[in-house]
């Protein structure tokens, strides 16, 4: 055996093993790096492709001489063979960095969430928030919370229990706090299943491409199936890609709470709230909401410009300022009421 062949078998070989890991696992190629490393493979195969091995026995099987793809030029038996070798080389690199790195990611995500003690609700699971009603669907869990103590303790939950990635209903956090959320991460002593209810949310149909009737709850995709083992099967699954389209649903009416927080427990705002002024600012919240202001500074712009108006009305009375047939000039009308 010659040494190119020699490289050229162990070259697939090494290939042929990734082919065999990624079987077990829902980790894809990307249509990006087959074109990379196989220019002419989806144009011949109109745009689709299978697994690594059909990849592998394409690329390795080509004529003896050839066109190169990319350039168009003409090759020579040893340009071929050469070009065909570095292309192996490039498939390879790429199957030993970044989907050696994805694979170990989801195995190790797994091997994780084996351990479920202590969780009380699976992915799918459609819930409802206890302290400000909105309801969601559980897209991921932690035995205990991975935020650190003082966030838990700001946001006044226990930090040693399960807590869950929620997408909450938009409609919900529109018409709760004005505005949609995209993501919770919810105390399990804060949550309670509801049966028989969807949840609107622009992206849960990146996660969970069917809804089931009979078990009344999301059917995950295939990679959060294998990141959370379980039972997911259900006869009567049926697409849920209009919960992803807020087109399709009325607007909700808006409905100014002037007690709901809608940071709590919010993975992208760590920063939470200080309990011991919680008292305190929803007094002031309050006060705005009755003064008609929508902010803090705006509230104290506008009781600071209303005590200004009537000290300027009570002086011009009095004063020559005030000619006949001008305008009295108001104080404040900058201000947005």
Same mark, same amino acid.
């Given at each position: 055996?010659?040494?190119?062949?020699?490289? /050229?078998?162990? *070259?697939?070989?090494? $290939? +042929?093993?990734?082919?065999?890991?990624? #079987?077990?696992?829902?980790?894809?190629?990307?249509?990006?790096?087959?074109?990379?490393?196989?220019?002419?493979?989806?144009?011949?195969?109109?745009?689709?492709?299978g697994s690594i091995r059909e990849l592998a026995q394409w690329g390795f099987r080509q004529d003896a001489t050839g /066109?190169?793809? *990319?350039?168009?030029? $003409? +090759?020579?038996?040893?340009?071929?063979? #050469?070009?065909?070798?570095?292309?192996?080389?490039?498939?390879?690199?790429?199957?030993?960095?970044?989907y050696a790195q994805a694979l170990t990611y989801l195995q190790s995500t797994r091997q994780k969430h084996l351990d479920a003690r202590g969780v009380q609700f699976t992915v799918g699971t459609v819930i409802r928030h206890k302290k400000y009603g909105y309801k969601g669907v559980i897209y991921a869990w932690d035995r205990v919370c991975d935020r650190p103590p003082q966030w838990a303790q700001e946001m006044q939950v226990n930090h040693d229990q399960p807590f869950y990635g929620v997408l909450p209903d938009e409609h919900d956090c529109t018409r709760l706090f004005q505005g949609a959320r995209i993501s919770k991460y919810v105390a399990q002593e804060n949550i309670e299943v509801v049966q028989n209810e969807r949840v609107v949310h622009r992206a849960i149909s990146n996660y969970f491409p069917e809804y089931s009737s009979d078990l009344g709850r999301y059917i995950p995709n295939t990679k959060m199936q294998y990141e959370?083992?379980?039972?997911?099967?259900?006869?009567?699954?049926?697409?849920?890609?209009?919960?992803?389209?807020?087109?399709?649903?009325?607007?909700?009416?808006?409905?100014n709470d002037p007690y709901a927080d809608p940071y709590e427990d919010d993975p992208d705002y760590v920063q939470g709230r200080c309990p011991?002024?919680?008292?305190?600012?929803?007094?002031?919240?309050?006060?705005?909401?009755?003064?008609?202001?929508?902010?803090?500074?705006?509230?104290?712009?506008?009781?600071?410009?209303?005590?200004?108006?009537?000290?300027?009305?009570?002086?011009?009375?009095?004063?020559?300022?005030?000619?006949?047939?001008?305008p009295e000039q108001s104080v404040g009308t900058d201000v947005k009421r």
């Amino acid at each position: 055996m010659s040494a190119d062949k020699a490289v /050229t078998t162990l *070259l697939y070989r090494c $290939i +042929l093993r990734w082919n065999k890991q990624l #079987a077990s696992v829902p980790l894809d190629v990307r249509a990006s790096h087959v074109d990379e490393v196989l220019p002419g493979f989806r144009q011949q195969h109109n745009g689709g492709f299978g697994s690594i091995r059909e990849l592998a026995q394409w690329g390795f099987r080509q004529d003896a001489t050839g /066109t190169d793809a *990319l350039t168009g030029d $003409i +090759l020579t038996k040893d340009e071929h063979k #050469a070009l065909l070798l570095d292309r192996g080389f490039q498939a390879l690199q790429i199957l030993n960095s970044e989907y050696a790195q994805a694979l170990t990611y989801l195995q190790s995500t797994r091997q994780k969430h084996l351990d479920a003690r202590g969780v009380q609700f699976t992915v799918g699971t459609v819930i409802r928030h206890k302290k400000y009603g909105y309801k969601g669907v559980i897209y991921a869990w932690d035995r205990v919370c991975d935020r650190p103590p003082q966030w838990a303790q700001e946001m006044q939950v226990n930090h040693d229990q399960p807590f869950y990635g929620v997408l909450p209903d938009e409609h919900d956090c529109t018409r709760l706090f004005q505005g949609a959320r995209i993501s919770k991460y919810v105390a399990q002593e804060n949550i309670e299943v509801v049966q028989n209810e969807r949840v609107v949310h622009r992206a849960i149909s990146n996660y969970f491409p069917e809804y089931s009737s009979d078990l009344g709850r999301y059917i995950p995709n295939t990679k959060m199936q294998y990141e959370y083992p379980g039972t997911y099967q259900a006869s009567d699954a049926q697409s849920c890609l209009t919960d992803s389209n807020l087109l399709l649903h009325e607007e909700p009416e808006l409905y100014n709470d002037p007690y709901a927080d809608p940071y709590e427990d919010d993975p992208d705002y760590v920063q939470g709230r200080c309990p011991g002024k919680e008292a305190e600012a929803k007094s002031q919240q309050a006060a705005r909401l009755a003064s008609g202001s929508s902010s803090p500074e705006e509230g104290g712009k506008a009781a600071g410009n209303e005590a200004m108006k009537a000290k300027s009305n009570k002086e011009s009375k009095k004063g020559p300022g005030n000619q006949e047939g001008m305008p009295e000039q108001s104080v404040g009308t900058d201000v947005k009421r």
